[in-house]
């Protein structure tokens, strides 16, 4: 009798002793022992996948490298030159706000200038006016306190002349009561013996002279205006 050898296997010693090892194979590298030992005893669907795979392997091998390098330079070019226009265009955005204020702050102070220049000059039209008036008043004051001060000394003056001209009729006054008193005392000291005449009688305005003093006054008030 003849022996099916179709039965016959190499003994696998170790994929008992490794079965979690021999699942990772299958789901991390898409191929299983299975599929080796199916190749290995001629199986071409097997040998064909386990070809292609490696055939990717190959490729992925040699270009991978390359390939992550480039994709490398692609990530931090991308990233370099987002980063430089986003800071281009935050320093951008600053100066801007620093210029816009600027031309703020300058309009400003052009504005403010205008206004100082038009208050500077209503105020000095304010001062000037009012020196002027100022001016004018004292000079009317000056006037008139001048013409003030000469009629009052005018009148002072004339009140003065008026005096002088007086004297002799308050002299007069004084020397006849002081005559009166006089020739009372003698009446009342010696009664009928009395000597009336021997009492001295003052006359500062005898007739000649009264009428020149009155003269004079009358020629004196003429010439003042009185």
Do not use: C, W
Request: charged share 25%; glycine share 6%; hydrophobic share 40%.
């Amino acid at each position: 009798m003849v022996k099916d050898n179709s039965q016959l296997k190499l003994k696998n010693h170790v994929t008992p002793k490794a079965r979690r090892i021999s699942q990772v194979l299958k789901t991390k590298f898409g191929v299983s022992l299975d599929d080796f030992t199916n190749a290995m005893m001629g199986d071409v669907s097997s040998a064909q996948k386990i070809g292609e795979l490696a055939r990717q392997g190959r490729l992925s091998a040699e270009f991978a490298p390359k390939l992550a390098e480039a994709y490398h330079q692609i990530i931090n070019g991308t990233t370099a030159q987002n980063k430089a226009i986003s800071e281009v265009l935050i320093n951008a955005g600053k100066s801007a706000i620093e210029i816009d204020k600027a031309v703020m702050n300058a309009t400003l102070a052009n504005a403010q200038y205008g206004h100082k220049r038009s208050e500077l000059a209503a105020e000095f039209v304010n001062a000037r006016n009012t020196e002027n008036q100022r001016h004018n008043y004292q000079m009317n004051y000056t006037q008139i306190k001048g013409y003030i001060d000469a009629y009052l000394v005018g009148v002072d003056n004339q009140a003065n002349l008026i005096d002088q001209t007086n004297r002799p009729g308050i002299k007069q006054l004084s020397a006849d009561e002081a005559y009166k008193t006089k020739v009372v005392n003698e009446a009342l000291n010696r009664g009928d013996d009395a000597r009336f005449d021997l009492i001295t009688q003052k006359n500062y305005q005898p007739n000649t002279v009264r009428g020149v003093l009155a003269e004079q006054f009358i020629s004196l008030k003429s010439a003042l205006g009185f």
